[in-house]
């Protein structure tokens, strides 16, 4: 089984930036494609970056050019960069694991819920204006 537990989240101001970590039970980023949600209260729960096993990475058009996923396989831990932050981001955010290969079966499936069958507790990051 995989377990993920998500830290680094807090309370910044509108442009501050800050870094979420994923730390993995396992060594599971050749085998899995990890994910960043997040839902705000009254939202849906929506995706914001995944990168596949194969190193395939997409994101959600909102957070590009502010937000970097990142990896260090070594430690079994994913990252969230996350610069330029707007309230707007404040949600709780989420990372997830899903099959590998899953960008494979189309555009859009690396951001459909169900097909992530890990997921952490979960980092609340608040931005003020």
């Known amino acids: 089984q995989v377990q993920l537990v998500e830290s680094g989240g807090g309370s910044v101001q509108a442009g501050g930036s800050l870094r979420l970590s994923c730390v993995a039970s396992?060594?599971?980023?050749?085998?899995?494609?990890m994910g960043w949600f997040r839902q705000a209260p009254g939202k849906e729960r929506e995706g914001v970056v995944a990168r596949d096993s194969d190193g395939t990475i997409r994101y959600a058009d909102s957070v590009k050019g502010r937000f970097t996923i990142s990896q260090d396989n070594g430690k079994n831990t994913l990252y969230l960069e996350m610069n330029s932050l707007e309230p707007e981001d404040t949600a709780m955010y989420y990372c997830?694991?899903?099959?590998?290969?899953?960008?494979?079966?189309?555009?859009?499936?690396?951001?459909?819920?169900?097909?992530?069958?890990?997921w952490g507790q979960g980092t609340q990051v608040t931005v003020s204006s």
């Open positions: 396992g060594y599971i980023y050749r085998t899995y494609c």
């Open positions: 997830a694991a899903g099959l590998g290969g899953l960008m494979r079966k189309g555009v859009h499936r690396w951001s459909a819920l169900d097909e992530y069958v890990y």
